[in-house]
């Protein structure tokens, strides 16, 4: 079976800006084969509506091929091949081969399902565009308005539109459907973020049709001249949420509902740019000004400035919540939780040495009515935990905790956002304390959660008392976090009046409280719902908070779970513009989708928290997760700038090669681009990442880049370069994480150049993530030095292009926390001779050393330049 691979890619649309292309294969075949003469066509499409011609691909030189580092695959053999032409305005192309003149041809999209690829070249502005709205959406609804706004992201412009909708009556929202037009009138691709169902959003992607499965919040679209339109609808101002739905022959659609009791204005924003991050960036911008301007006049929720004046909310160091392991409770205990369960499962984790620094408490832990058929009909009772499975209370539980396992810096507790699933027990201790109501709901969610009927509700009046005395018996507890769930139940309430005096009250009540009585050490969860996220979210007036990003892990359903990864990365295009750290979730260290589960939450940027079954742990895992901080910290290895889907117009599973998602780590033009490719497809896949496309990388400049899975490391490589594509192929499952380090430029005494670049700590999946700084400079006595700055231990890698000339013993000398260090921790790398492997783990522990106030460690690197 032979596989096969090109960039530009095949099905994908690929944005260029010079029409003298090369397109390169990487044919993947059995070793048996690999010495025939196999032949590879380019059959293409040149401008639009042009003839097909073909032209066949060359073979590369053994020096001028692409950089391949994946591991041995003694199954396959890699070849290589080029063919070059000149675009017009855009080429459309597939892709013949054969084992040789005696073989038939097979195409590649009988044998793969790989689509056409489309390559388009970049249209040069020609001065200030002249095109108005109506000009970019062709038969634009005249009934709507619109005008133009002031961007705040270069290269992009912006407009507003505005629909009147009528009032709501007590029982009914007003809901309307008005057409708004085709963007560009044509388009190659279109995007959409979509509500999957009340709490959720998830990606769609489609071709030249328009059609929608579900409504969007956020639609994006590519033209011929690959630029991209971007439209937001708003939610949040004036009672009215307007979504984006598709009409006949592909029209784009507003969808609006609004719980305004009098005439209220709708609003979409609509961006074009050449960058499709910048104009996500616009409309994302706008929406936040829109939203906090409103919030100025009205009740909304206090701004972190307000709440401190009170007197009552302390500053915090996030590191700890954000950046330690944390352990929830949910899969790995199962439903019926028990404090004997719970206590059990920790001693597990210590017997196992995973020291957690964060529990999570689920569901389950509360005192419920066990009224109706199953938990979506359940009521809490009162705040102490379930008398039967938590004898003791909650407080003797945390006690127990903390003083048995200090490595434990936080403990938070599952709760619904009204309480349980259906509110409050109406003839509970709770329901008498406070002023209640009895609220309906709707019943549209009920293939997804049997939410039927009436639930009992806290009334406005008590909210902010509810939260409060809640929240100070569970810090009387000794509990300092909560995991805030089934947030969207406020949108599936279906009386208008209740919806516009009661989400205010309850997103506000709930944020103040948390962050009053947790300083925001909290998880927002099933609120991807519009009135929250427009209302609680998008504005920055408060410190961040952790939010779940997707539907759950699902570790017994195998579907589930490159899907997972897909969506998550997606939807980190819009929640990256939020006022929260996007939560991928919980996974399981021992599942087969364990190493790809691990691999996507290092690249997330968001925490890192697992829900293994008590003794069922991959160790090994972990510690390429995790590492220890001089103050015996468990800690995770965040890339400082949110990992997302780096080809969002490519469909799910429709042959569009790796799911890869971009991270970067550091300061501009210094720091580490990150890619973490994950194979989502039910075979084996071969693909390109060029070099150009790692976030953070800039033209002109030298970088190696390492794949953690193998360990190898690229020669110096720079953007253009055809060993600048990086070959890899994955198996079904497959992952790899992918790291670009700037090389440093040092020459030495002998006219040469050394480059030199700090890896991080290498045994780690985003270990270029511990490093907080690294300073390179060249001593007076003619050496070099590496002076690097980890938030954690571990094995430091160093790159030196003159390595394989220097010799450790004699050339080197490192020291932590300016001592020398033991001899036989420094060691070249067994993958790469250009990389010097520095224990610094085994070294702090040798030499017994403490981390005294820091909680960093320092290691000089010295050598000698002159060889």
């Known amino acids: 079976m032979a596989f096969l691979a090109t960039y530009p890619p095949l099905a994908q649309v690929t944005v260029l800006n010079d029409p003298n292309i090369a397109i390169h294969a990487v044919l993947e075949v059995p070793p048996e084969t690999a010495t025939e003469p196999w032949q590879l066509s380019l059959w293409y499409c040149n401008g639009d509506g042009g003839d097909w011609a073909l032209i066949e691909f060359m073979a590369d030189s053994p020096n001028a091929i692409p950089t391949d580092l994946s591991g041995t695959n003694e199954t396959a053999t890699r070849l290589y091949f080029t063919a070059k032409l000149e675009v017009a305005s855009s080429l459309t192309f597939t892709v013949k081969f054969r084992r040789g003149g005696k073989h038939e041809w097979r195409w590649v999209r009988t044998e793969q399902g790989s689509d056409d ?39 992009t412009r912006l407009w507003s539109i505005e629909a009147t909708v009528d009032g709501a009556n007590e029982d009914e929202s007003a809901v309307v459907d008005i057409p708004l037009g085709i963007p560009w009138g044509r388009f190659f691709r279109w995007f959409a973020l979509v509500r999957t169902w009340t709490p959720w959003l998830a990606p769609r992607q489609g071709k030249s049709e328009f059609n929608l499965d579900k409504d969007a919040l956020l639609c994006s679209f590519l033209s011929p001249q690959g630029k991209h339109m971007v439209l937001l609808g708003m939610s949040g101002v004036d009672d009215v949420m307007a979504l984006l739905r598709s009409g006949d022959s592909g029209r784009l659609m507003l969808h609006i509902r609004s719980d305004n009791a009098g005439s209220a204005t709708a609003t979409a924003l609509v961006a074009v740019g050449d960058n499709f991050e910048s104009t996500v960036a616009t409309v994302m911008y706008h929406a936040r000004t829109l939203v906090t301007s409103m919030a100025a006049g009205t009740s909304a929720a206090l701004s972190v400035a307000e709440m401190t004046a009170e007197g009552d909310v302390s500053p915090q160091w996030y590191e700890s919540w954000y950046d330690g392991l944390g352990y929830c409770t949910w899969n790995s205990l199962g439903q019926e939780l028990t404090e004997q369960k719970v206590l059990k499962a920790l001693d597990t984790l210590a017997e196992n040495k995973v020291n957690i620094s964060t529990l999570i408490i689920d569901d389950n832990w509360q005192d419920i009515d066990y009224r109706g058929n199953s938990q979506w009909q359940h009521g809490w009772n009162d705040f102490e935990a379930e008398p039967k499975t938590f004898p003791r209370g909650l407080k003797a539980l945390i006690s127990d905790i903390r003083s048995k396992h200090k490595h434990i810096q936080h403990i938070a507790v599952w709760h619904a956002l009204l309480g349980y699933w259906a509110g409050l027990a109406p003839d509970g201790p709770l329901a008498k304390r406070y002023k209640t109501i009895r609220v309906a709901r709707d019943e549209i969610d009920k293939c997804q959660l049997p939410i039927d009927g009436q639930m009992t509700l806290v009334a406005r009046e008590d909210v902010q008392a509810f939260y409060n005395d809640f929240y100070n018996f569970l810090s009387s507890c000794d509990i300092d976090g909560v995991k805030t769930d089934g947030q969207y139940m406020l949108d599936t309430w279906t009386s208008p009046p209740i919806r516009r005096t009661l989400i205010p009250a309850y997103l506000d009540a709930w944020t103040l409280a948390s962050l009053r009585h947790f300083s925001a050490r909290v998880v927002s969860c099933m609120s991807q719902s519009p009135p929250i996220l427009f209302r609680s979210q998008l504005p920055h007036t408060s410190p961040p908070i952790v939010c779940r990003n997707s539907d759950d892990f699902f570790p017994p359903v195998p579907d589930s779970h490159p899907w997972h990864l897909w969506t998550n990365a997606h939807n980190a295009h819009l929640t990256q513009h939020l006022n929260v750290l996007p939560d991928w979730d919980m996974f399981q260290t021992v599942h087969p989708y364990a190493g790809f589960h691990a691999a996507a939450r290092c690249v997330s940027g968001g925490p890192v928290y697992i829900t293994d079954v008590p003794g069922r742990h991959d160790v090994h895992l972990i510690r390429q997760v995790t590492g220890i901080t001089p103050r015996g910290k468990t800690v995770v290895f965040r890339p400082s700038v949110l990992g997302k889907a780096m080809d969002v117009y490519a469909g799910y599973r429709q042959g569009q090669g790796l799911l890869k998602i971009g991270a970067f780590h550091g300061r501009a033009a210094q720091g580490t681009g990150i890619v973490g490719v994950f194979n989502i497809e ?57 790291c670009a380090y700037p090389l440093h430029a040092i020459e030495s005494r002998t006219g040469g150049l050394v480059l030199v670049a700090n890896l991080g700590l290498i045994g780690k999946m985003t270990g270029c993530a511990a490093v907080l700084n690294t300073v390179f400079e060249v001593r007076e006595n003619g050496r070099m030095l590496v002076d690097a700055t980890l938030k954690a231990l571990g094995v430091l890698g160093v790159y030196i292009s003159a390595l394989p000339q220097l010799s450790v013993r004699d050339d080197f000398m490192v020291t932590i926390q300016g001592q020398p260090i033991p001899p036989h921790t420094v060691a070249l790398n067994n993958d790469d001779e250009h990389v010097l492997n520095i224990d610094i783990e085994t070294a702090w522990n040798e030499m017994g050393l403490e981390s005294g106030w820091a909680n960093e460690v320092e290691v000089k690197v010295y050598f000698d330049l002159g060889r």
């Open 117 to 155: 690829g489309i390559v388009v070249v970049e249209q040069k502005r020609q001065g200030v565009e002249s095109e108005d709205l109506p000009d970019l959406i062709q038969d634009l609804n005249p009934d709507l308005r619109w005008q133009s706004h002031m961007s705040q992201s270069p290269g």
């Open 682 to 738: 039910e075979r084996g896949v071969v693909d390109f990442v060029p070099l150009g496309r790692f976030p953070g990388v800039m033209e002109g400049r030298r970088y190696v880049v390492r794949a953690h899975g193998t360990g190898r490391v690229s020669v110096p490589l720079e953007v253009g370069e055809t060993k600048a594509l990086l070959a890899l192929s994955l198996e079904v499952r497959g992952y790899e994480v992918l």
